[in-house]
């Protein structure tokens, strides 16, 4: 049958029978349209207003135990606990609780969805949010414990009418300063002044580089290349010796955040997975083009990271070791890092 003549979820559904398990946001691009396209399609799908996103997402701790999901190109990070703690101050909040720690930037979400679905694994419900692209930031799904009646309360209290999505165009990233624009002496001197870890951020945005730029006009000795599969072998070394790490990922409107030890390290075809009880994380790794290894001063002593890039210089997946309010990264952690392959033609 001619899939233009096939209705957008008539279309989904025979590509997943064509494509087992593929990813709504893999599907969305096959199929030519925004994944925030595709829900809105589906008939299992309410609107929710938008207005008070603070409110929205701050109506998700009652629902009970929760999956939250966030993602970009390469990376998916899921973490299962409770979504509760939500605090804002105007368009940047944080929801810090036992498993489900989250960081979020609300400048780009336009668009959320309560959904339910039909397939193989049964019944699923979920709230889902898009930006203005319709590209997801933020999933949560329902668990078998979770509230049911939470979540019609939620949708009923949230429920609006829209219009079909008309996602904007994505315009191209900025192109990164030439090295030779960049006075890399300041750069360097004040990478080696910093005594919080957080002023990180404001010293890129002072210089004007992306993060990958940063770390090739590192001061010596500070940062350096390591082998792309040096994330399989950190952590299955993680997972070998109980060092707790922290595991940050997901996109410009959230960022995910695991902390402590793991378990169960897998490859499935080009996927590096943990798949942990609370805790699962999915690395497309052919996307991941560039690993970094980074020292940078705290305010209690160096902090050490293994950085992920695509060829588009997009942060994918940063790991830190677990570090206590007031106590500095534990030297276990600093070790695993500093025996990764180096880069050919690189300095550690």
């Given at each position: 049958?001619?899939?233009?003549?096939?209705?957008?979820?008539?279309?989904?559904?025979?590509?997943?029978?064509?494509?087992?398990?593929?990813?709504?946001?893999?599907?969305?691009?096959?199929?030519?349209?925004?994944?925030?396209?595709?829900?809105?399609?589906?008939?299992?799908?309410?609107?929710?207003?938008?207005?008070?996103?603070?409110?929205?997402?701050?109506?998700?701790?009652?629902?009970?135990?929760?999956?939250?999901?966030?993602?970009?190109?390469?990376?998916?990070?899921?973490?299962?606990?409770?979504?509760?703690?939500?605090?804002?101050?105007?368009?940047?909040?944080?929801?810090?609780?036992?498993?489900?720690?989250?960081?979020?930037?609300?400048?780009?979400?336009?668009?959320?969805?309560?959904?339910?679905?039909?397939?193989?694994?049964?019944?699923?419900?979920?709230?889902?949010?898009?930006?203005?692209?319709?590209?997801?930031?933020?999933?949560?799904?329902?668990?078998?414990?979770?509230?049911?009646?939470?979540?019609?309360?939620?949708?009923?209290?949230?429920?609006?009418?829209?219009?079909?999505?008309?996602?904007?165009?994505?315009?191209?990233?900025?192109?990164?300063?030439?090295?030779?624009?960049?006075?890399?002496a300041a750069f360097q001197?004040?990478?080696?002044?910093?005594?919080?870890?957080?002023?990180?951020?404001?010293?890129?945005?002072?210089?004007?580089?992306?993060?990958?730029?940063?770390?090739?006009?590192?001061?010596?000795?500070?940062?350096?290349?390591?082998?792309?599969?040096?994330?399989?072998?950190?952590?299955?070394?993680?997972?070998?010796?109980?060092?707790?790490?922290?595991?940050?990922?997901?996109?410009?409107?959230?960022?995910?955040?695991?902390?402590?030890?793991?378990?169960?390290?897998?490859?499935?075809?080009?996927?590096?997975?943990?798949?942990?009880?609370?805790?699962?994380?999915?690395?497309?790794?052919?996307?991941?083009?560039?690993?970094?290894?980074?020292?940078?001063?705290?305010?209690?002593?160096?902090?050490?990271?293994?950085?992920?890039?695509?060829?588009?210089?997009?942060?994918?997946?940063?790991?830190?070791?677990?570090?206590?309010?007031?106590?500095?990264?534990?030297?276990?952690?600093r070790k695993l890092l500093?025996?990764?392959?180096?880069?050919?033609?690189?300095?550690?």
């Open positions: 049958m001619d899939m233009a003549n096939l209705s957008l979820i008539e279309q989904l559904a025979r590509l997943r029978e064509e494509v087992p398990g593929v990813y709504p946001r893999d599907a969305a691009r096959h199929l030519g349209v925004t994944e925030c396209e595709l829900v809105h399609a589906d008939p299992g799908a309410s609107a929710l207003d938008t207005a008070d996103l603070p409110a929205l997402l701050s109506a998700i701790e009652p629902l009970g135990e929760v999956m939250a999901l966030a993602r970009n190109d390469a990376c998916v990070h899921e973490l299962v606990g409770y979504y509760g703690n939500v605090q804002f101050e105007g368009k940047v909040g944080l929801a810090i609780n036992e498993v489900i720690d989250l960081r979020f930037f609300l400048y780009g979400w336009a668009y959320a969805y309560a959904l339910v679905t039909n397939d193989a694994r049964g019944e699923r419900r979920s709230l889902q949010f898009f930006d203005k692209h319709g590209t997801a930031i933020q999933k949560v799904f329902l668990r078998p414990d979770s509230d049911v009646a939470a979540f019609d309360a939620l949708v009923r209290r949230f429920a609006t009418q829209r219009d079909e999505p008309s996602p904007e165009p994505v315009a191209p990233a900025p192109a990164e300063l030439a090295d030779s624009e960049i006075d890399a001197s004040e990478w080696l002044a910093l005594r919080d870890v957080h002023g990180f951020h404001p010293l890129l945005r002072r210089h004007r580089l992306t993060r990958r730029q940063a770390f090739r006009l590192a001061p010596p000795g500070q940062a350096w290349r390591v082998r792309t599969d040096a994330v399989e072998t950190l952590l299955r070394r993680v997972a070998a010796t109980r060092v707790p790490m922290m595991a940050f990922a997901g996109n410009s409107g959230v960022i995910q955040i695991h902390t402590g030890t793991i378990d169960r390290v897998e490859v499935r075809g080009n996927w590096l997975n943990i798949l942990d009880p609370a805790f699962s994380l999915h690395l497309d790794m052919p996307k991941v083009t560039e690993a970094w290894v980074a020292h940078k001063p705290g305010d209690n002593g160096v902090v050490t990271s293994l950085e992920l890039f695509d060829a588009a210089g997009v942060s994918l997946l940063t790991l830190f070791g677990e570090r206590k309010g007031g106590h500095s990264e534990r030297p276990e952690w500093c025996e990764l392959s180096v880069l050919e033609g690189e300095d550690a």
